[in-house]
């Protein structure tokens, strides 16, 4: 404690020896034991009281009523106190009263509420005087404003002999206004300071040293002031006449205040901005330090980016159980960093599927875990924003940050720096042992859900070198009966388009071809951004030509994928004049929505799959006659492409491929899936 104090009365860190004795008392009734709470939450909730107790007229509406919700009191915890916060803010009450109303000087009860709040850390000791005051102030505003219209606060007023017309008493309350936005700005500051993490950076120790005189004499100047504001609450009861000169006399004294704490404030302003400043560009140099670096562990980085100013930075979105980092420890983590708003709700349905529902997610035995981590469009959290982050984070089958207000600036300036995150959510992944696998998996997580994990860079270009352009690849997992129908081999027909007459010319052109023996099922996929019309067409469908397998969510589903296997082949560095697949899911993505529609044609196995588009698939069609007796031999792939003159060439290819046998494998129709030629087939016996 020495050591500590000498160092922070140095001559030059405070401005004369009357402060030095000041600090050297305050550190005597300083004994922090470990107690935090939420000083931002506690001081919205004080600035709430004082706004609505300056309002003549406070209408509650429902807009208020979910502000009350979102910043409600009562639901702070103190962490290393078994004593509620309401029972704490009572107590400084009813000892600032009783000493507003006892003997001695203002300097001595000031340090009497100091002693009673000597186990908090200083921010939390400004703002539990300042909402013990407030508490006063806003009883006393509540009573004026329902009287004289209420019996009940009548009866109130008039056994505290309040006055009856405050009308006299404006310029007391003007200045006793201002002296409390002063210290709520003092109060800002000093929240500001103890928030930041010096103890984990290399800081400039006489910068911090200067920084803390001036903390504690703001600290001081605050509880003081709040002391001084209650004695003049105080005097107005029992008031038996207003007399103006005691009324500018009190208002000149509340003016004194204000001006010292001004001046205070700015002064420690300029130093907790400097403060600042340096804090986001040692912090964000170490974040970026620890990402290149391969860790024992996760632990380091996750600590930085989550838990510097708590021990239990993340929440459990089911049980809404906070938890620590040390919750991560040895698993790969995927960081989904979006703005508050998440996803379209569609989409977001989606992300779930491919991962907390998807089947090979049971074989990882928790190997890796999703945190959400909202970042706000603006340095200032709105409403909606916080409305909105309460109900996904209530929702969620993963992790949450459960404070991402309080999430450093670096933090969040890294993710928008190194990370690239803009408007567009990401998937960040962090091996086991902290190091950035890959900068945004999640068109890969959409594309093959928890198949993916590790979900790295190298494991989403192992999987597409396993990958070509098949229906497995199209509509894996979107519908369990469609994932069946590939299986069996059957022949299916996804078709696309929202004109309705098309629709009809197509359906009815394929009920004839079904007519003449042609085994297919007819899948409606829409098109890309389905609208009302899609919805419409769909129920035409059901109505006068087939039972529509897809529901609306599932056709944006399907779109959603092809997107996702887009921008994974993009972000690889893919060209579609060199990529077979990426050719085939631009094409469909670009397909303007024109009154002729489009078609692909394929089975499970073999995996080839072809494209039609426009006047070629209804010459297709029409031309079945033709080709239709090539099926059995050729498959329907192969005989539409035959009929077209789609395949390179009619001979068999060079290029080996060995199948295993097994019972009711299809005989005679493989397609070499490099050249798309027909296999010429030997059999080998082992």
Same mark, same amino acid.
């Given at each position: 404690?020495?050591?500590?104090?000498?160092?922070?009365? @140095?001559?030059?860190?405070?401005?004369?020896?009357?402060?030095?004795?000041?600090?050297?008392?305050?550190?005597?009734?300083?004994? %922090?034991?470990?107690?935090?709470?939420?000083?931002?939450?506690?001081? @919205?909730?004080?600035?709430?009281?004082?706004?609505?107790?300056?309002? &003549?007229?406070?209408?509650?509406? *429902?807009?208020?009523?979910?502000?009350?919700?979102?910043?409600?009191?009562?639901?702070?915890?103190?962490?290393?106190?078994?004593?509620?916060?309401?029972?704490?803010? +009572?107590?400084?009450?009813?000892?600032?009263?009783?000493?507003?109303?006892?003997?001695?000087?203002?300097?001595?009860?000031?340090?009497?509420?100091?002693?009673?709040?000597?186990?908090?850390?200083?921010?939390?000791?400004?703002?539990?005087?300042?909402?013990?005051?407030?508490?006063?102030?806003?009883?006393?505003?509540?009573?004026?404003?329902?009287?004289?219209?209420? !019996? !009940?606060?009548?009866?109130?007023?008039?056994?505290?002999?309040?006055?009856?017309?405050?009308?006299?008493?404006?310029?007391?309350?003007?200045?006793?206004?201002?002296?409390?936005?002063?210290?709520?700005?003092?109060?800002?500051?000093?929240?500001?300071?103890?928030?930041?993490?010096?103890?984990?950076?290399?800081?400039?120790?006489?910068?911090?040293?200067?920084?803390?005189?001036?903390?504690?004499?703001?600290?001081?100047?605050?509880?003081?002031?709040?002391?001084?504001?209650?004695?003049?609450?105080?005097?107005?009861?029992?008031?038996?006449?207003?007399?103006?000169?005691?009324?500018?006399?009190?208002?000149?004294?509340?003016?004194?205040?204000? &001006?010292?704490?001004?001046?205070?404030?700015?002064?420690? @302003?300029?130093?907790?901005?400097?403060?600042?400043?340096?804090?986001?560009?040692?912090?964000?140099?170490?974040?970026?330090?620890?990402?290149?670096?391969?860790?024992?562990?996760?632990?380091?980085?996750?600590?930085?980016?989550?838990? #510097?100013?708590?021990?239990? %930075?993340?929440?459990?979105?089911?049980?809404?159980?906070?938890?620590?980092?040390?919750?991560?420890? *040895?698993?790969?983590?995927?960081?989904?960093?979006?703005?508050?708003?998440? #996803?379209?709700?569609?989409?977001?349905?989606?992300?779930?599927? @491919?991962?907390?529902?998807?089947?090979?997610?049971?074989?990882?035995?928790?190997?890796?875990?999703?945190?959400?981590? %909202?970042?706000?469009?603006?340095?200032?959290?709105?409403?909606?924003?916080?409305?909105?982050?309460?109900?996904?984070?209530?929702?969620?089958?993963?992790?949450?940050?459960?404070?991402?207000?309080?999430? /450093?600036?670096?933090?969040? /300036? !890294?993710?928008?720096?190194?990370?690239?995150?803009?408007?567009?959510?990401? =998937?960040?992944?962090?091996?086991?042992?902290?190091?950035?696998? /890959?900068?945004?998996?999640?068109?890969?997580?959409?594309?093959?859900?928890?198949?993916?994990? %590790?979900?790295?860079?190298?494991?989403?270009?192992?999987?597409?070198?396993?990958?070509?352009?098949?229906?497995?690849?199209?509509?894996?997992?979107?519908?369990?009966?469609?994932?069946?129908?590939?299986?069996?081999?059957?022949?299916?027909?996804?078709?696309?388009?929202?004109?309705?007459?098309?629709?009809?010319?197509?359906?009815?052109?394929?009920?004839?071809?079904?007519?003449?023996?042609?085994?297919?099922?007819?899948?409606?996929?829409?098109?890309?951004?389905?609208?009302?019309?899609?919805?419409?067409?769909?129920?035409?469908?059901?109505?006068? =030509?087939?039972?529509?397998?897809?529901?609306?969510?599932?056709?944006?589903?399907?779109?959603?994928?092809?997107? &996702?296997?887009?921008?994974?082949? #993009?972000?690889?560095?893919?060209?579609?004049?060199?990529?077979?697949?990426?050719?085939?899911?631009?094409?469909?993505?670009?397909?303007?929505? &024109?009154?002729?529609?489009?078609?692909?044609?394929?089975?499970?196995?073999?995996?080839?799959?072809?494209?039609?588009?426009?006047?070629?698939?209804?010459? +297709?069609?029409?031309?079945?006659?033709?080709?239709?007796?090539?099926?059995?031999?050729?498959?329907?792939?192969?005989?539409?492409?035959?009929?077209?003159?789609?395949?390179?060439?009619?001979?068999?290819?060079?290029?080996?491929?060995?199948?295993?046998?097994?019972?009711?494998?299809?005989?005679?129709?493989?397609?070499?899936?490099?050249?798309?030629? !027909?296999?010429? =087939?030997?059999?080998?016996?082992?």
């Amino acid at each position: 404690m020495n050591s500590l104090l000498a160092q922070h009365l @140095r001559p030059h860190s405070i401005s004369s020896m009357q402060d030095d004795v000041l600090i050297k008392e305050l550190f005597l009734s300083h004994d %922090p034991d470990g107690r935090r709470l939420d000083s931002e939450q506690v001081l @919205r909730a004080m600035e709430n009281i004082m706004c609505y107790a300056t309002a &003549s007229e406070v209408p509650v509406s *429902d807009e208020h009523g979910d502000a009350f919700a979102m910043n409600n009191a009562s639901n702070i915890e103190v962490v290393g106190s078994q004593e509620p916060l309401g029972h704490t803010v +009572c107590k400084i009450a009813r000892e600032i009263l009783c000493k507003c109303s006892g003997e001695g000087d203002l300097h001595t009860r000031t340090m009497i509420v100091f002693d009673l709040v000597g186990n908090y850390r200083w921010d939390a000791k400004v703002v539990l005087v300042l909402a013990a005051f407030a508490t006063s102030y806003g009883e006393f505003w509540l009573i004026m404003q329902l009287y004289p219209r209420n !019996l !009940l606060a009548v009866s109130v007023a008039m056994l505290k002999q309040l006055p009856c017309n405050v009308s006299m008493l404006k310029p007391r309350f003007k200045a006793l206004s201002l002296l409390v936005k002063e210290m709520v700005e003092v109060t800002k500051c000093i929240i500001e300071f103890e928030g930041l993490p010096i103890a984990h950076l290399m800081m400039d120790k006489e910068m911090i040293s200067t920084t803390k005189s001036h903390i504690f004499i703001a600290a001081y100047w605050v509880i003081r002031s709040s002391l001084n504001c209650s004695s003049h609450i105080n005097d107005l009861i029992a008031m038996k006449s207003e007399n103006p000169n005691s009324n500018a006399i009190a208002a000149w004294e509340l003016s004194s205040f204000v &001006s010292r704490l001004s001046s205070i404030c700015s002064h420690l @302003r300029r130093q907790v901005d400097a403060c600042r400043q340096q804090t986001e560009t040692k912090l964000h140099q170490k974040l970026v330090d620890l990402l290149k670096e391969s860790q024992i562990d996760n632990q380091e980085v996750l600590h930085v980016l989550f838990a #510097l100013k708590n021990d239990f %930075p993340l929440k459990d979105c089911s049980t809404q159980a906070k938890l620590g980092v040390s919750e991560l420890k *040895d698993k790969v983590v995927i960081l989904l960093v979006s703005k508050p708003e998440l #996803l379209p709700l569609e989409k977001l349905f989606l992300l779930v599927h @491919r991962t907390y529902d998807h089947p090979h997610n049971k074989n990882l035995e928790g190997s890796y875990k999703i945190v959400w981590v %909202p970042i706000s469009s603006s340095e200032t959290w709105t409403d909606v924003e916080e409305r909105n982050f309460q109900l996904f984070s209530c929702s969620l089958p993963w992790y949450s940050v459960r404070q991402p207000q309080l999430l /450093n600036s670096a933090v969040v /300036n !890294l993710i928008k720096q190194e990370w690239n995150f803009k408007e567009e959510p990401i =998937m960040v992944v962090l091996d086991s042992r902290g190091m950035v696998t /890959n900068s945004n998996a999640l068109d890969m997580v959409l594309i093959w859900g928890a198949r993916g994990y %590790p979900f790295s860079v190298t494991r989403e270009i192992e999987l597409w070198q396993e990958e070509d352009w098949t229906l497995p690849l199209m509509i894996d997992e979107i519908h369990p009966l469609l994932n069946k129908w590939v299986q069996e081999g059957r022949n299916i027909c996804l078709y696309g388009s929202e004109n309705k007459d098309w629709i009809i010319e197509f359906n009815a052109k394929m009920m004839e071809i079904r007519r003449l023996g042609l085994q297919v099922d007819m899948v409606f996929v829409g098109v890309k951004n389905p609208s009302e019309q899609v919805r419409n067409v769909l129920a035409t469908i059901n109505q006068e =030509m087939h039972t529509t397998l897809l529901s609306f969510t599932e056709i944006q589903f399907f779109w959603y994928r092809l997107e &996702s296997i887009r921008k994974s082949k #993009l972000r690889l560095g893919k060209v579609a004049d060199t990529d077979h697949t990426l050719r085939e899911v631009s094409a469909l993505l670009n397909t303007e929505d &024109s009154d002729n529609g489009w078609a692909v044609f394929g089975k499970g196995w073999p995996p080839d799959i072809v494209r039609l588009q426009g006047m070629q698939l209804m010459e +297709c069609l029409n031309l079945f006659p033709d080709w239709g007796g090539n099926v059995a031999r050729r498959g329907l792939v192969g005989a539409i492409r035959n009929a077209l003159g789609l395949a390179v060439s009619s001979e068999p290819c060079s290029h080996p491929n060995v199948l295993h046998y097994a019972e009711g494998s299809p005989e005679g129709i493989v397609v070499c899936e490099k050249c798309k030629r !027909l296999l010429k =087939m030997f059999v080998v016996y082992e």
